[in-house]
């Protein structure tokens, strides 16, 4: 019996010690991680002399708000591509979980005539694509959507990892019992879906949909190729073309060279560069603590594909 207990006893030391250790190897990866980030606010709020000749640093000697001054001096524009950002993030994320999620219950349907052919085509585009040019054409040509904020919206609803996601997850968490007896109680499959499904779909919804609210706040690529007015430039596009109009101005030959020199030290290129970083990334860092709960659910249940 004291044999049994000693090798209890040091079963669960043997755990604890391995726990410590795991513990210890995620904090390091933590600050790994979190070291870049607290560079960059660091290096957004630090004085661009000190920038330039001492480089950047995790704890800056002197602070200083040039960076964010020089972007805020877009004013108007600022938050007017901001707003253009949230609608396109919003709608689009709203838009794509409702398309994908009415996708995703088809595709575990088993007697649906048409499951085969939805599942091979949301496979396609998972392994081939037309290629860019193709696409600008497409869209331009034949949609008609160039400087149209539809075409920041319509090309990332819906993702064929996100479909997989949610349909495993309707597989796996949804009993198939529960949708049988909705319909023998006489709900049609509209009413299933939205009354039963859907509402029981809310830990992946949350998952998917910050996956996609990070992806359509990130898009810049589009807005590039697609957007021509200022008043639909979406705020990734906005802080690229402050970057670039910073660094034009910083490397332009036409200028004096003790004209130059002077600008250079009023114009903050490093300071800003992270305050556009910190712009963008901000409401990313605020938002994400609220769906992590739903983020880490939702990423488990649907992690096995079948």
């Known amino acids: 019996m004291k044999q049994q207990r000693g090798i209890v006893l040091h079963h669960k030391k043997r755990h604890g010690a391995g726990q410590v250790i795991l513990a210890v190897f995620l904090l390091i990866i933590t ?26 640093m995790f704890f800056p000697t002197q602070l200083s708000m040039d960076g964010f001054n020089a972007v805020l001096r877009y004013g108007k524009q600022l938050f007017t591509s901001y707003g253009v950002t949230l609608l396109i993030t919003v709608t689009g994320t709203v838009l794509g ?11 575990t349907m088993s007697d649906f005539p048409l499951r085969r052919f939805l599942i091979v085509w949301a496979m396609i585009p998972m392994l081939f694509s037309g290629g860019q040019l193709s696409t600008y054409i497409i869209y331009t040509s034949m949609y008609h959507l160039r400087d149209n904020l539809l075409v920041l919206i319509l090309p990332l609803c819906v993702s ?41 779909m809310k830990p992946s ?42 660094e034009t101005l910083l490397s332009t030959r036409n200028i004096p060279s003790s004209a130059l020199a002077a600008m250079q030290g009023s114009i903050p290129q490093y ?11 901000g409401p990313i860092m605020i938002v994400y603590p609220f769906f992590q709960k739903y983020f880490i659910k939702g990423m488990t249940i649907g992690s096995v594909k079948g």
């Open 97 to 107: 979980l409702i398309i994908m999620a009415m996708y995703a219950n088809c595709l």
């Open 271 to 281: 300071s800003a560069t992270m305050a556009t970083v910190v712009m963008v990334i």
């Open 31 to 56: 600050i790994l991680c979190a070291l870049p980030i607290e560079l960059i606010f660091a290096s957004a709020f630090a004085d661009e002399t000190l920038l330039t000749t001492q480089g950047f």
């Open 160 to 200: 064929t990892m996100n479909l997989i996601i949610l349909r495993t997850y309707i597989q796996t968490s949804i009993p198939k019992e529960l949708m049988d007896s909705a319909r023998i109680d006489g709900a049609g499959e509209y009413r299933t879906f939205f009354q039963i499904v859907l509402p029981l």
């Open 205 to 246: 919804l949350a998952a998917v949909g910050f996956m996609m609210a990070t992806a359509y706040w990130n898009d810049w690529q589009n807005a590039l190729l697609f957007i021509t007015s200022n008043n639909k430039k979406p705020l990734q596009l906005l802080l690229i073309n402050i970057q670039k109009s910073i």
